[in-house]
């Protein structure tokens, strides 16, 4: 069951707070405000598809020094920093930093929302994409020592002599091994094989 977003709104102003989260949720989406980012960063468990909108001067942690504990900690939820004494500065650091976006107040309801509805899309895709590595990092583990050999240098793009050459093994048997390795990592072809551990590889 696909679970229903959540946006998190973090705002040290109440009013500023209250009338994000109204509107947010005047769509149909759930909003869940925070007075610091802070109370944010202790709340928040990731996993779950939303976005984050993030005020820049707050008491304690600032929006940009949560981007920071965020982005070090792995959390991968979008970012859509709003904000009334933001500048170019500011700005460029936090997409540099992986920001979805940088919007000043007051801002355009229908383009705030907009923004917030493409967030939740891009964190479900990044959701996604985190479950698909897991699944193929799981498959990997069941391959054997040889087996993620092969595979490691068939993602090289090295041909069934020179492996064999390599590991010191017939053609035959690294054939073998290739076939084995593509029914554990449900891959049709070499091709695909070569794909899927280059993903092993950088995971």
């Given at each position: 069951m696909?679970?229903?977003p959540?946006v998190?709104?973090?705002?040290?102003?109440?009013?500023?707070?209250?009338?994000?989260?109204?509107?947010?949720?005047?769509i149909?989406?759930?909003?869940?405000?925070?007075?610091?980012?802070?109370?944010?960063?202790?709340a928040?468990r990731?996993g779950?598809?939303?976005?984050l909108?993030?005020?820049?001067r707050?008491p304690?942690?600032?929006?940009?020094?949560?981007?920071?504990?965020l982005?070090?900690?792995?959390?991968?939820?979008?970012l859509?920093f709003?904000?009334?004494?933001g500048?170019?500065?500011?700005a460029?650091?936090?997409?540099?930093?992986?920001?979805?976006?940088f919007?000043?107040?007051?801002?355009?309801?229908?383009?705030?929302?907009?923004?917030?509805?493409?967030?939740?899309?891009e964190?479900?895709?990044r959701l996604?994409?985190?479950?698909a590595?897991?699944d193929i990092?799981?498959?990997?583990a069941?391959?054997?020592k040889?087996?993620?050999?092969?595979?490691?240098f068939?993602?090289?793009g090295?041909p069934?002599?020179?492996?064999?050459?390599?590991?010191g093994?017939?053609?035959?048997t690294v054939e073998?091994?290739?076939?084995?390795?593509?029914?554990?990592?449900?891959?049709e072809n070499?091709?695909e094989?070569?794909?899927?551990?280059?993903l092993?590889?950088?995971?």
């Amino acid at each position: 069951m696909t679970q229903p977003p959540i946006v998190h709104v973090v705002d040290d102003d109440d009013a500023m707070r209250d009338s994000l989260c109204w509107l947010i949720e005047s769509i149909g989406l759930k909003a869940k405000g925070y007075a610091t980012a802070d109370a944010f960063a202790v709340a928040y468990r990731g996993g779950h598809p939303g976005c984050l909108l993030l005020d820049i001067r707050m008491p304690g942690l600032s929006g940009l020094d949560l981007q920071e504990v965020l982005n070090r900690q792995g959390a991968r939820i979008p970012l859509i920093f709003l904000t009334g004494h933001g500048d170019i500065p500011m700005a460029a650091r936090a997409f540099k930093a992986g920001a979805f976006d940088f919007l000043e107040k007051p801002c355009n309801d229908q383009l705030l929302l907009d923004r917030v509805r493409e967030a939740i899309a891009e964190h479900r895709r990044r959701l996604a994409e985190k479950a698909a590595l897991r699944d193929i990092l799981a498959r990997s583990a069941r391959l054997t020592k040889r087996e993620r050999q092969v595979a490691e240098f068939i993602s090289l793009g090295l041909p069934n002599r020179e492996i064999a050459s390599q590991l010191g093994i017939s053609q035959k048997t690294v054939e073998i091994h290739r076939h084995n390795a593509l029914i554990k990592m449900q891959a049709e072809n070499s091709a695909e094989l070569a794909s899927l551990w280059t993903l092993v590889r950088e995971a």
